[in-house]
T-cell receptor
Framework: DSGVTQTPKHLITATGQRVTLRCSPR?????VYWYQQSLDQGLQFLIQ???????AKGNILERFSAQQFPDLHSELNLSSLELGDSALYFC???????????????FGEGSRLTVL | GQQVMQIPQYQHVQEGEDFTTYCNSS?????IQWYKQRPGGHPVFLIQ?????EVKKQKRLTFQFGEAKKNSSLHITATQTTDVGTYFC??????????????FGKGTHLIIQP
């Protein structure tokens, strides 16, 4: 158990819909990262938050957005869903050094999104 | 942009044979991390290498960081069925505020035939 909690574990929805994925980081971790994993595509970095503020942005589509709340949990919002958005979405957390740096990432079990 | 390449993409070995996966970065890395993802699971941290030429061992696993800090390797001696999974290397991404997040390679899928 990594200590990172993601909900829901599975989600099936239709094209054009909107979903929200939720992540609770490990206790004390200030950084939250979102990754997308598609078949044979490895782990694509989407976005990172540190203590409530956006820290780094990767290949995140404009239809996707995220935020980190004061209690440090994070949500990833996916809208106008397309078939190609079907993937496993991982949240990870780290202690997040104040001066930058990453340290070890602890991953949740992921949210599997299927868009029909 | 910064890229981390891994080869091979797939590796089939007989149980008991050795296995090696290689990781190459387009830029010099301050550190490199390795993760393992079991089938149906989530990535789990294995190790972080920081120093040029560093070699670290964990039982049957040997990790190396190249002298130029642009490549790394993971070698498993005498593979066992429990080694099945995908091995990822990951290097830090840099933004204006410093190192943020990790760029992952596409991983090497290790398949073991008993």
């Amino acid at each position: 158990d990594s200590g990172v909690t993601q909900t829901p574990k599975h989600l099936i929805t239709a094209t054009g819909q909107r979903v929200t994925l939720r992540c609770s980081p490990r206790s004390g971790d200030l950084s939250v990262y979102w990754y997308q994993q598609s078949l044979d595509q490895g782990l694509q970095f989407l976005i990172q938050y540190y203590n409530g503020e956006e820290r780094a942005k990767g290949n995140i589509l404009e239809r996707f957005s995220a935020q980190q709340f004061p209690d440090l949990h994070s949500e990833l919002n996916l809208s106008s869903l397309e078939l190609g958005d079907s993937a496993l979405y991982f949240c990870a957390s780290s202690a997040g050094l104040a001066g930058g740096g990453t340290g070890e990432l602890f991953f949740g079990e992921g949210s599997r999104l299927t868009v029909l | 942009g910064q890229q981390v390449m891994q080869i091979p993409q797939y590796q089939h070995v007989q149980e008991g044979e050795d296995f090696t996966t290689y990781c190459n970065s387009s830029t010099t890395l301050s550190n490199i991390q390795w993760y393992k993802q079991r089938p149906g699971g989530h990535p789990v941290f294995l190790i972080q290498l920081v120093k040029s030429g560093e070699v670290k061992k964990q039982k049957r696993l040997t990790f190396q960081f190249g002298e130029a800090k642009k490549n790394s390797s993971l070698h498993i001696t005498a593979t066992q069925t429990t080694d099945v999974g995908t091995y990822f290397c990951a290097g830090p991404m840099y933004s204006g505020g410093g190192a943020d997040g990790l760029t992952f390679g596409k991983g090497t899928h290790l398949i073991i035939q008993p």
